[in-house]
């Protein structure tokens, strides 16, 4: 099978948004995502909740690639890359001030979601994700047998 198309890593980016970390199999690109540990203290209610996923990426691990919910200097990142992208304005300085402020996630939220600059936004981190999610499966191996 050869490398995973662009609605396979659409898919994934999609998962990653919303906090899950992504199992591609690398014969046949299922994805099976799970979502970060992380964001569950009861690890008991976790591995019950997510038992039948976990026990199949497990047993057939070397089948899968891991791909991880963004750190979150990666994320960080992003953010500056949009600002830097935005043309000289003050929203472009407003969101600058903001990334060098305390609470730089949440405050630059709030404020790219009630601008007009809102679609560019969600397009730019989308892409940019699909790129990082691209870079790391090109990196794995995969099994290009039909």
Not at 34 to 63: H, R
Not at 87 to 108: A, D, G, R, V, W
Request: glycine letters at 2%; aromatic letters at 12%.
């Amino acid at each position: 099978m050869n490398k995973p198309n662009s609605e396979v890593i659409s898919e994934i980016v999609q998962e990653l948004d919303s906090g899950c970390d992504c199992y591609l199999n690398n014969k046949t690109h299922e994805i099976i995502a799970i979502p970060n540990f992380g964001n569950f203290p009861d690890e008991v209610e976790f591995q019950e909740l997510f038992k039948e996923n976990l026990m199949k990426v497990s047993e057939q691990a070397s089948t899968f690639i891991k791909i991880e919910v963004l750190k979150s200097y990666e994320s960080f990142k992003i953010m500056e890359r949009f600002a830097q992208k935005l043309p000289n304005s003050q929203f472009k300085t407003k969101l600058e001030t903001i990334l060098l402020n305390k609470k730089p996630f949440q405050n630059f939220k709030l404020t790219v979601e009630t601008s007009e600059y809102r679609k560019l936004w969600f397009d730019f981190k989308r892409q940019e994700m699909e790129e990082i999610v691209f870079q790391k499966l090109t990196s794995k191996p995969f099994d290009d047998q039909v």
